[in-house]
């Protein structure tokens, strides 16, 4: 049975992904800060850990091992935070809770992970998830760009680390996904419309199109796949759309 580890694991994108991976017949490990917000079915192991902290997410690869008797054959870093305000605005407090919540906690899961599975008979796949503000200039997204600018360049650092091993590094880059966290972005008629006219398909992401793709990216169907960032944004980043004039 395939295993997966999967963190932030109350938040819509990582509970989606906890679905469509149940599915289709993997145990998994769900880890949390609290763990009384996570939907976990019979079978799942629920972890309460800080994974922001190397202690936390030491803590919780070790449990996730002993549990399954071996390192997770997968594990999917969905913790995060976002944090959208001016940099003139942004707090010291805030600035270092994105940072910790987003980077710090993406570099200590792949500290705990990496050098377990390289020790493996088999290999890993480790899968984060970047921003569309880590690809082209958003407004008013200084630090959680940033933040998730230092994701990217850990997924190529690791995977050129961590390839002869075998362990598949990669990461998705959202644009907005329609989740619990960004449901008061779009809680009205008019601030829905102004963020899916952003995007050249016409719509904002919904947390199954990161799930859909994500599991692709950790199953043995994307065993060649390593060290990319895939935007996942609605052509957001690539696509300038044609504009007539009125």
Not at 108 to 127: D, I, M, N, T
């Amino acid at each position: 049975m395939r295993t997966c580890l999967i963190t932030g694991a109350s938040g819509g994108v990582a509970t989606a992904l906890a679905e469509l991976l149940r599915a289709r017949g993997w145990r998994l490990a769900l880890v949390s800060r609290d763990a009384s917000r996570v939907a976990a079915e019979e079978g799942d192991l629920v972890i309460q850990a800080d994974v922001g902290t190397e202690e936390g997410a030491e803590a919780a690869l070790a449990e996730a091992s002993d549990a399954f008797g071996a390192p997770p054959a997968a594990v999917a870093h969905c913790a995060g935070a976002v944090l959208v305000a001016p940099i003139g605005r942004t707090t010291e407090a805030q600035y270092r809770q994105c940072m910790a919540a987003n980077l710090d906690s993406a570099f200590f899961v792949a500290k705990a992970y990496a050098p377990r599975v390289q020790k493996s008979e088999h290999p890993g796949s480790l899968l984060f998830f970047s921003s569309v503000a880590a690809g082209i200039g958003v407004a008013n997204h200084a630090a959680i760009a940033m933040a998730k600018g230092g994701v990217e360049g850990l997924v190529r650092a690791l995977a050129a680390d961590f390839s002869a091993a075998g362990l598949r590094v990669n990461a998705i880059a959202p644009g907005l996904m329609h989740t619990p966290a960004t449901a008061r972005m779009l809680s009205t008629e008019a601030s829905a419309r102004a963020i899916t006219a952003q995007y050249p398909l016409g719509r904002h992401g919904e947390a199954n199109d990161a799930a859909s793709l994500g599991a692709f990216l950790l199953s043995e169907e994307a065993g060649w796949v390593t060290g990319q960032v895939i935007a996942l944004d609605g052509g957001f980043q690539a696509v300038r759309p044609l504009v007539r004039a009125g």
